[in-house]
Nanobody, 116 residues
Framework: QVRIAESGEKALVQPGESTRLSCTASGTPFKIVGWYRQGPGKQRELVATITHTGILNYADSVKGRFTLSRDNNTLFLQMDSLKPEDTAVYFC?????????????WGAGTQVTVSS
């Protein structure tokens, strides 16, 4: 059974501050894991992903500020120099390596609000 469990250090941060999100994905080998986000009135968008071979991909809007890392089956998103426009619900995403239905899994979402 695939399980996606998310957590965050701080739900409310001030501009310029940092916080870290964690995601534990288990139950099957994953081809891609990462984070997406959905801001108020916006569509869900990619934040950062990493493949099972270690290839990283970041959205242009977070490059240089966010760092994605992985330790066994736990994924971390270190978010530095946060801006108000980073306010969103952050969703952990995992795509299975082996063919299966479904093959994409989402966490429930973690709210991050950047405001002074």
């Amino acid at each position: 059974q695939v399980r996606i469990a998310e957590s965050g250090e701080k739900a409310l941060v001030q501009p310029g501050e940092s916080t870290r999100l964690s995601c534990t994905a288990s139950g099957t080998p994953f081809k891609i894991v990462g984070w997406y986000r959905q801001g108020p009135g916006k569509q869900r968008e990619l934040v950062a992903t990493i493949t099972h071979t270690g290839i990283l991909n970041y959205a242009d809007s977070v490059k240089g500020r966010f760092t994605l890392s992985r330790d066994n089956n736990t994924l971390f998103l270190q978010m530095d120099s946060l801006k108000p426009e980073d306010t969103a619900v952050y969703f952990c995403y995992a795509e299975s390596l082996q063919p299966m239905t479904p093959n994409a899994f989402w966490g429930a979402g973690t709210q991050v609000t950047v405001s002074s």
